[in-house]
């Protein structure tokens, strides 16, 4: 209600002085201040953005492309490799390869859901212990295309993937023990405050 009254006292003010309203112009440069001080407003509401995080992403994108082009490459296309796959040998072999490799992806999955923020280094040896068994995996590859009727090597072969399937589970059964150990600790401590 009150700025109801404050409107019409001003509309009044308006009215009983239409002479001095109409009259006056506003004063030389008025138009130049006015136009700076609008284009002020919009320089610093204006967000300058940088092509760079785009750029970065983009080469992100582009790396992990070729990386897994590389990859793919290397193990399903190139012909003459100096490897050789259990499905190469038979289809049943195939069928035993493709079972292990779920497996392991399986594995590798719940290692990787596992939280290791608080030791940095584990998860570094973790992965080297990794990378150091899928190397010994690499050199029963090339053995076998070497010797690929060699029950000795096939079955090598299949126990490198049986012993890494009962590691990494051993890991991932060890690391939920320390998580669930750790949380019942941060449980334990909340209940004592």
Do not use: C
């Not at 940088?50 to 992100?60: G, Q, R």
């Not at 195939?94 to 292990?100: G, H, I, T, W």
């Not at 589970?169 to 150990?181: F, G, W």
């Amino acid at each position: 209600m009150k700025n109801s009254m404050d409107m019409k006292s001003i509309e009044d003010i308006i009215r009983n002085n239409k002479d001095f309203f109409e009259d006056a112009e506003p004063s030389t440069g008025h138009l130049e201040r006015f136009n700076r001080k609008l284009e002020k407003r919009f320089q610093v509401n204006t967000i300058k953005r940088s092509i760079v995080p785009y750029l970065l992403k983009a080469a992100v994108v582009t790396l992990l492309i070729t990386l897994s082009s590389l990859w793919t490459w290397d193990h399903f296309i190139r012909t003459g490799s100096s490897r050789m796959t259990l499905g190469q040998v038979s289809p049943q072999y195939k069928e035993v390869e493709n079972y292990y490799v779920h497996q392991v992806n399986l594995m590798e999955g719940e290692i990787v859901n596992v939280d290791l923020k608080n030791n940095p280094a584990q998860k570094t040896m973790l992965m080297k212990e990794m990378k150091s068994m899928d190397s010994t995996y690499v050199s029963l590859q090339k053995e076998l295309k070497t010797n690929p009727n060699d029950e000795r090597i096939i079955n090598a072969m299949i126990e490198h993937y049986q012993t890494k399937l009962e590691v990494m589970s051993y890991i991932v059964n060890q690391l939920k023990t320390i998580r669930n150990d750790n949380q019942n600790k941060k449980e334990n401590e909340k209940v004592k405050l």
